[in-house]
């Protein structure tokens, strides 16, 4: 991608952590230029010119707003959109089952189905 430059001020990544502990990364230009693609698109319908400037512009602006592009992807974006370009960050490292087992929780049910 890397059509913004090397402004400092660039956000890189979207971090994603889900409830089991997972992280993912995702480049912060794949959800810019989403997000760009919509409003060119909007913005001017029938010219291809004035979309290429807009998604130029969108681009480069949510690549530098922190807020704007975490709004666009968790209102716009579904994980579908982003798993194709999601990298794996970091394994939860969990202790062994017979290291958790002194601190384990247990309980106990007289029915007889299990359930």
């Known amino acids: 991608m890397g059509m913004t430059g090397s402004d400092e ?3 890189q990544w979207l971090y994603i952590g889900f409830p089991n502990d997972e992280q993912f990364r995702v480049d912060a230009e ?3 230029r989403d997000r760009a693609q919509y409003y060119a698109e909007k913005d001017h319908p029938d010219d291809e010119e004035a979309q290429e400037e807009v998604f130029e512009s ?3 602006y949510a690549l530098s707003d922190r807020l704007d592009l975490l709004d666009w992807v968790g209102s716009n974006m579904n994980w579908e959109d982003l798993e194709p370009h999601a990298e794996k960050v970091g394994e939860a490292e969990y202790p062994s089952h017979s290291e958790m087992f002194r601190d384990a929780d247990f309980e106990v049910d ?3 189905d299990g359930q």
């Open 58 to 60: 969108e681009v480069k």
């Open 30 to 32: 794949v959800i810019a």
């Open 110 to 112: 007289s029915r007889t």
């Open 9 to 11: 001020n660039r956000i």
